[in-house]
Each structure stands twice: as C-alpha cells, then as structure tokens.
C-alpha cells in the first residue's frame, strides 16, 4: 500500500513537471507572438492547480462543443462533489440554458451523476438552470452575487447608475477599462491603478481578445434580455452570499432571491465585501461553501 502511494505521488510529480516544461518551451517558441508575461502567470496558476491534485479536462460532447473542467486527480467518493461555475464570458450560443446542458452532460460523460453546484455572478444563472432541468442530479445550489432577481426596471437603473455599456466593462479594450472593471467589482482599494498598462494590455489580449465579437454580443444579450416574471422556484436547499458593498448586483437583490426561494433557502451576508467575493474574502467565503456543502453548521 506504501508503495503503491509513493507511485502516486512520483507520477503525479513527473507530470507536473513535465507539463511544466512542455508549456514553458511553447511559451518560449512564441515570444513574439503573444504576452508572454501573462501566459507565463497563467503557467504558474495552472501548475499550482495540479499541486492542488487537480488535471484539466476536456470533454467533446459533439463536433463543435467542448466543455473544459479542472477535476480532481484522486476522487474523494466518501465526500460529496462540488461543481464550481465561474463568471461572465463564452460564447452568445452558449446562453445559460445551453450551457447547463452542456455542462450536466458534461459532468455525467466524467461520471458526476449527483452533485452540488456553487457559482458566482453569471455562473449563478448556469447553475440555476442545471438545478431547475437537473433535479435529480443537483443536491444543493450555492449563489454568489447572481442577479437572477433583477427586474426590468432595476437593470435599468442600475445601468444609468453605472453609467457605461455593459460590454465596455465586460470586455475591456483598454487598461483604464479594465481598472474599471475592477473598481466595480471590489470594494476594497485595488492595487491595480499600480499595475504598468503593458501587463493590463497583455492581460486583455489573452482573456478578451479571443472571440472578442461573440463576448460583445452575449453582453447585449444580456442587456436586452427581459426579467423572467416566473423564475423557477428550486426545490433543491440553497445558500445564497453577498458581499454587502456589491456595486454591480446590489444588495437588495439577494433579499429578492431569498423571498423568491421561500424556507429552502438560507442568505449570508460578508461585510466590507463587494461583488467579488471570491477575491476579498475568499476564506469567509471558502468556509460558508464547505460547511454548508459537509452538511455542518
């Protein structure tokens, strides 16, 4: 048995570092052509996400969709699996009923048949349509910051609020863009105004500049898109977090969500936090997620 996991753990180090080196030299190779700064950071992220025992993933559900996970290395099947949906971007195809689609057979073509699911802003609405089409497969619903309770004429608002297109700040051209995308998703001082805008503008050629048009378009989307009157009420126990200073989906909406919901439903509240979450208070948030997805208070 001692040997077996010594094995383990030698090949998942020689992965690692194999893989290591495999995007250092492609990164080297095409210096010239793309932000190599950038990659390089990006390298460091996903290696340190395979020191976290976990492999990317890529599954073909047909000829023009691929779905893209980061999936454990060693699963753990005496503890419940967690699905975790990010935010904002894709593609205007992949509108949310879509991607919960995708993403649900994507999920079971890896073997997740039951899982819980924790998404944050545009991930939110996923998740909440993988819970209403995939009852029997989504255990419990974890939203942050999600504006699924946003009337027509609270958009509106908040929009002149805001006071700039939506696909200006969510598919930033310029380094002040991108500063300002920040600003509205933090509340704490970022640290961004000190970042040189060459890295900003290595930063959006690889986030935003691959389908730039399809991302602009998903945003007007989303603008146009009217309120659903007749949200679906999910059956599943959800938990509901919101930074109590979000500029972008304020506070109000997660009471809306939470009367919505009705006693399956739980809210928490981080103070000094805006809309994202994940970034100010990632411990506070990590801990809400884990207790509530255990089942321990």
């Known amino acids: 048995m001692e040997s077996k996991h010594l094995w383990q753990l ?14 250092l030299v492609l990164h080297i190779l095409t210096l010239n052509q793309s ?14 996400f395979r020191l976290c025992n976990l492999i990317p993933c890529a599954v073909d559900l047909d000829d023009q969709t691929t779905i893209h996970f980061w ?4 699963r753990r099947f005496d503890r419940p699996s967690l699905v975790m949906i990010h935010g904002y971007g894709g593609n205007p195809l992949w509108q949310f009923v879509y991607q919960a689609k995708c993403l649900s057979d994507g999920l079971k ?17 996923v998740a909440y349509r993988m819970a209403e089409i ?23 608002q908040q929009l002149r609020t805001i006071g700039r297109h939506p696909s200006e700040i969510l598919v930033p051209k310029k380094p002040d863009d991108l500063r300002l995308l920040v600003n509205l998703s933090t509340f704490k001082q970022s640290t961004l105004k ?18 730039r048009k399809e991302k602009i378009e998903l945003a007007d989307y989303l603008v146009k898109k009217k309120a659903d009157p007749n949200l679906h009420v999910l059956t599943q126990e959800t938990l509901i977090i919101w930074g109590d200073q979000d500029k972008v989906f304020p506070l109000e909406l997660a009471y809306n969500l939470q009367r919505h919901l009705g006693k399956n439903s739980r809210l928490e509240i981080i103070k000094n936090v805006g809309h994202a979450a ?3 208070s990632p411990d506070e948030l990590n801990k809400l997620i884990f207790s509530f997805v255990i089942g321990c208070s």
């Open 134 to 156: 995939r009852p029997d497969a989504v255990e419990k619903v974890a939203i942050v910051s999600s504006g699924l309770s946003f009337t027509d004429e609270q958009r509106d």
């Open 278 to 280: 994940n970034l100010e």
């Open 71 to 74: 999936v454990t290395n060693h």
């Open 109 to 125: 073509r890896i073997g997740v048949d039951r899982f819980s699911v924790y998404a944050i802003s545009y991930g939110g609405f």
């Open 194 to 211: 000190w970042v040189p805008d060459f890295l900003l503008r290595q930063f959006i050629t690889l986030m935003y500049d691959h389908c």
């Open 35 to 48: 932000p190599f700064i950038i990659k390089f950071m990006d390298l460091i992220l996903s290696v340190y």
């Open 10 to 23: 030698i090949s998942f180090y020689l992965s690692t570092t194999l893989a290591l080196l495999r995007h």
